[in-house]
């Protein structure tokens, strides 16, 4: 059976899994997720991205907002804001909480982020492999056009992205290295597929980590765009992406280097040549996946766009 | 003022010591308390005495059960089992797992559990200083006469004390030093109050810690009984004593070289006599102590065995 790895931020990455692993044989398929926005709240290793993704293909998201545990209660952080004074700007709720404290004690004992990711997956029977894309401390770093040097969370969710972005950097990527399994994983695709995730801090992220953009050279790689008609469907992309690129043919412009095949909105059918002369291979569909259903037509779509699905 | 020293356990102690606070100027009372039952849960570090001692004091205890919080949920506890099968012997309630997350990032940082304590205590509010008996990493084990080693938890709330006793030890004792404070606040106690704890792995394991019960030979000590009419007021101090020493005179018997004053329950009148041909001097009153007011009482017993109350 073919063998597929997705390269994937948080929720809208999830979103689109839903329908992947309708498409493809889970057994198959690898999951290499955005650690830049991990943070550490509470002394707890908090991993948004793998959150986002395990709860919802596990089945226990909080469909609405896309993240966080359905049925989810506030007990702790409610104690910890008004019993202790500690900030609350970050919710965590307390299922949520139950993950971090499994991810952070297998971490305080000596493990990886892989083996607590792995550990978490089976405990939600997820049937593909999810890897962090390394096992390193690395954080997505915002520089505010006000001087400011805040961790992405910060920036994101403290601050819901107000301040004006100067830069982004990815904090400690120089000395990470993927995660075991990541590199093989791609060398042995039959294709890597680009989740439609923030293409600067999700899917940029992944590819600061050294190795992983290079070993993609020779896959056949295709995406999904984010950009639905010059706008993101979700989170702030256009806060981060260079005005020439917020737009579903500039996004594929970023990855032209290694970029086979590209999915874009049926809103976007007019740019669909503009992607063409990139020497990418076009399909045009609906990719507002509000539904299971409507994800896989668009894993099916981005995956006909390379051999062996064509 | 005079300085008053409590060494302290858990439950019974917090609930003398809500009337040890009506009795003294709480901002000359240091309780120093017994750590031996500490345990690491889910990475947490947890420390059962203390916090039973500040829940009781602030006002937040779980008054019917006598340790963690009122209104308590489980929803942290429950997520850990379900989800992830974690071991759920031992109660943590999402409230209380508050206190462990602040305690546990303290010591993570490469704080001390005094400097824990105090933060805790501070956002409680207790008038008084708390202390734990010493910062080191210490653990009462009790082996069983079917010959398994078990922490102290483990055998007390994980099998409610139903193997047979063989013996008890306090694992890093022997390398464990009083916490900053204790032996200073010690030498200058006018009065050091034994609580009505378990003379075995509460009291018992404060004066294992080397200083300690040194530090009491030129000091005015008086206690009160945990045992009345020949069984402990709660707990398991008889699964632990040997049999010979379970009563109001044989707790006594068992401090006799450094003990000046006893409080005994009234059902104990006829054992007066024995604790006084200890040297001893004794008070006699009802020391179940349901209310405030009785503990207050029963303080006020404690410390007119000594001056400067007498």
């Known amino acids: 059976m073919p063998d597929v790895v997705a390269l994937a931020g948080g929720i809208g990455a999830a979103r689109f899994l ?78 949520d909480l139950a993950t971090h ?36 401390p690395v954080a997505t770093r915002i520089t505010t056009t006000d001087g400011r040097d805040l961790h992405f969370q910060q920036w994101w969710v403290g601050e819901r992205a107000g301040p004006d972005v100067a830069g982004v950097r990815l904090e400690g990527a120089a000395d990470a290295r993927p995660a075991p399994g990541v590199l ?7 294709a890597v597929v680009l989740c439609p995730s923030n293409p600067v801090v999700s899917i940029g992220t992944i590819l600061s980590v050294p190795g992983i ?48 095949g590209w999915v874009m909105d049926t809103r976007d059918a007019d740019l669909a040549d503009e992607v063409a002369d990139l020497g990418v291979r076009v399909a045009v569909t609906d990719t507002i996946m509000t539904t299971p259903e409507i994800a896989e037509a668009v894993a099916r779509a981005a995956l006909g766009l390379v051999r062996p699905w064509s």
């Open 18 to 95: 839903r329908g992947l692993v309708r498409a493809v044989d889970p057994t198959a398929l690898t999951v290499v997720a955005n650690t830049g926005d991990d943070l550490r709240l509470h002394g707890l290793h908090v991993s948004p991205d793998l959150d986002s993704i395990t709860y919802t293909l596990g089945g226990g998201v909080d469909a609405e907002r896309g993240w966080g545990r359905a049925g989810e209660t506030l007990a702790v952080s409610t104690e910890l804001r008004d019993r202790y004074g500690r900030p609350a700007w970050f919710t965590l709720g307390d299922r």
């Open 213 to 260: 953009q290079d070993a993609l050279a020779d896959r056949p790689v295709v995406g999904v765009s984010p950009i639905v008609g010059g706008a993101p469907v979700r989170g702030m992309a256009d806060r981060l992406l260079p005005p020439d690129q917020l737009s579903a043919a500039g996004v594929a412009r970023r990855y032209a280097g290694f970029l086979d």
């Open 101 to 136: 404290l499994v991810r952070s004690e297998v971490l305080a004992a000596g493990g990886t982020l892989s083996e607590a990711t792995a550990r978490i997956a089976a405990a939600w029977g997820l049937g593909f492999r999810l890897l962090p894309m390394t096992d390193a």
């Open 184 to 190: 093989e994983a791609i060398a042995a695709a039959d």
